[in-house]
C-alpha cells in the first residue's frame, strides 16, 4: 500500500514562499505522473500542477509562473516551490498521483496573509 506524506506549509505572508514536500513510500514516484493538488475551505479539490514520468510539467493558470513542481527519483519525493504566495493560496495541499489515485495522505496546510 502507498502512503504519502506532505510536509513544508505554514504561514507566510503575501509575496512569501514555501517548497512543498511530499515523500512516498510503497511506490516510485518516478514511473508515476504526479502531482499537486489543494483544497480551500468550502471547496472542492483541484488540481495545481503535474509532471509526468518523462518529466515534462503543466500548471493551472493561476499558480503559472508562480509555482514549479519538481521530482527526487533517487529520494522518492515530489516537490512543489510556490513563490509570490497569494492569499488565495490558501489551501490545505496534497500530492498524489494524475490519475488513478493512491490513498491520500493528511496534506499539508498553506496559509498566506494579506
Known amino acids: 500500500q502507498v502512503q504519502l506524506v506532505e510536509s513544508g506549509g505554514g504561514l507566510v505572508q503575501a509575496g512569501g514562499s514555501l517548497r512543498l514536500s511530499c515523500a512516498a513510500s510503497g511506490s516510485s514516484v518516478s514511473i508515476n505522473a504526479m502531482a499537486w493538488y489543494r483544497q480551500a475551505p468550502g471547496k472542492q479539490r483541484e488540481l495545481v500542477a503535474t509532471i509526468s514520468s518523462g518529466g515534462i510539467t503543466n500548471y493551472i493558470g493561476s499558480v503559472k509562473g508562480r509555482f514549479t513542481i519538481s521530482r527526487d527519483n533517487a529520494k522518492n519525493r515530489v516537490y512543489l516551490q510556490m513563490n509570490s504566495l497569494k492569499p488565495e493560496d490558501t489551501a490545505v495541499y496534497y500530492c498524489?498521483?494524475?490519475?488513478?489515485?493512491?490513498?491520500w495522505g493528511q496534506g499539508t496546510q498553506v496559509t498566506v496573509s494579506s
Open positions: 498524489n498521483r494524475w490519475r488513478s489515485w493512491w490513498d
